[in-house]
Each structure stands twice: as C-alpha cells, then as structure tokens.
C-alpha cells in the first residue's frame, strides 16, 4: 500500500503524522531563535549546526521509517519452503509467513519481526526497518533534551514574572486575547511546554523500548509469546545492534543515509526446528 494511503486511511495514524509534522517544525523554530539562547559568536555557530543537525536527523529517520515495506511480501510468494522451514499461516492474510513474522490490524499486513505499529509514521516496525525506528526516537530524544535545556530557562523566568498571566494565557487563551491579558510570549511558552511534555513521553517511549533493544525480543514476543519462545531469540545488545543497524552498526546509527546492509532478509533467525537454519550473523563470524 502506498505511504499516503496508509496514512490517510487510519484516524489515529493521520492524527499522529499531523501532529508530529506540527510540533516538530515549532519546536525547532523555538530552539534557533537567537534571543532563546544565551549563545553569540562561534558558539551560536555551533547552536545552528546542531540544530540543524538534529532537525535533519528526526525527519530523515521519519520519512525512511515512513516509506519503507517492512512486510514479507518479496520473499513470502517466491519461495515454497514453509515445509522444510516450519512456517506458519497467517489466517487473515491467508499465506505462509516466516518465524518472527506477526499479523498488523492497522496495516493488514503481516511484517517480518514485527516490532510494533508506530502511528507517527503510519507503518509497522519490522526486521527491515527498526534501524530508522530506534534512530528516530534516538534523535527525538536528544533534540528535546536540548531544546529543553536551552528553553527552560526562558520559561522560568516568564513564569516568574508573572504566574497568574501565564496560567490564564495557557488555560483560556481565548478570553484573555479578547481582554488583552494574553501573555505576550504566549506561543513562545506554549511551545516550550509542548516541548517538555514531549521530553516527558520520548523518555517514557525509550523506557518502553529499552527492554527489547537490550534482549533482541521483538515487543510483540514480548507480549505475546511464552517464556520458551522468547529464549530461542534473545541476543545481547551488541548482536541486536548488528541485526537492528546491519554490518556497518558501529557508525550506521548515526544517520539513516550511511550504507549498511542488514545480515539476513528477515525471513531467517536460529530456531531449534530446524537446525540447518543458522543465523546469517553466525555464519560470518
Ligand atoms: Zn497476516
Ligand atoms: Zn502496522
């Protein structure tokens, strides 16, 4: 299915791309603004670059997330080795699909490794694309700690000039428009609000994914599946950072433009099964 069509087709992923694509650009336009900053001279040099790179790293991991197929769809028709294999068959989708592979409701689809459905991209994170996922948050993460950092100051002290303005312009900020009372850097604040609270979710989001990205364990297994079936797949984090970031993973997170082809295509892992079926990481070692 194409990006906009998944995108336009779901309530909750077209609100939650609407909202990102919102916030984002304002929360940059709050941190590059020159007398948010107590920077001058070389060191508001180095404040734009990192702005700018940071900007350009939330969104290029967005919009790779976004536009990548995450699904079996181009090895799961070609190959009829579901028997020696021990596939398994999706009954929505009506096909075999590969070990680690899960049924998404939202994208009707299943997709190889199937971490979870991220709604800010309208796509599900699998074995092919959890590198632009975990870049995304990554990024996101650092840039509203900085962008906090920086703006928090301003916030206090408006806060403190006057508490009671504040408060009205940030609770009926209509009435007091019409009064007059609107706080004059009411936008200002509200994006540094926004962008405090989004601090506050990014690091209950990091949280939520730190255990699987230390394990190896998908979030589906981790909510799905039984004690036994988890151990089959649980690497170290260094080895889930080669299958997440692919050869090139000492560098490759950096940004999604590095080349780094992943170990495999998804479709195999280690399975007690069928041991024939060795990972492709191990094989290389
Ligand atoms: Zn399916
Ligand atoms: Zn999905």
Redesign the pocket.
């Known amino acids: 299915m194409l990006w906009w069509k998944r995108i336009w087709r779901q309530p909750m992923n077209l609100f939650m791309f609407i909202v990102f694509h919102i916030a984002a650009p304002a929360i940059y336009w709050l941190v590059s603004r020159e007398d948010a900053t107590l920077f001058d001279g070389d060191w508001l040099r180095f404040h734009k670059i990192v702005t700018n790179f940071l900007l350009v790293s939330v969104f290029s991991n967005l919009w790779k997330l976004i536009l990548s197929d995450p699904t079996p769809r181009k090895i799961i028709f070609t190959e009829n080795d579901h028997i020696t294999k021990g596939w398994d068959v999706?009954?929505?989708?009506e096909?075999y699909?590969p070990h680690r592979?899960?049924?998404?409701v939202t994208c009707r689809?299943?997709v190889l490794k199937r971490d979870h459905h991220c709604y800010f991209a309208g796509n599900c994170v699998g074995y092919s694309n959890a590198r632009y996922f975990y870049g995304l948050l990554f990024f996101t993460w650092l840039a509203l700690v900085y962008t906090n950092f920086i703006t928090l100051e301003f916030l206090f002290k408006t806060t403190l000039l006057n508490p009671i303005q504040v408060l009205v312009s940030f609770f009926a900020p209509i009435p007091a428009a019409l009064v007059g009372y609107l706080h004059e850097d009411f936008f200002v604040l509200f994006v540094s609000t926004i962008s405090l609270f989004a601090l506050g979710y990014t690091c209950y989001l990091i949280f939520l994914h730190s255990e699987s990205f230390v394990s190896g364990i998908t979030l589906t297994e981790m909510n799905r599946e039984k004690e036994s079936y988890k151990e089959r797949y649980r690497t170290g984090v260094f080895q889930n950072m080669r299958e997440i970031f692919g050869l090139n993973w000492p560098v490759a997170w950096i940004s999604p433009f590095i080349p780094s082809p992943l170990l495999s295509d998804g479709s195999q892992f280690p399975h007690p099964k069928n041991n024939r079926i060795t990972h492709s990481s191990r094989q290389r070692k």
Not at 101 to 104: F, I, Q, T, V
């Open positions: 999706c009954n929505t989708c096909a699909r592979a899960h049924h998404c689809v299943c």
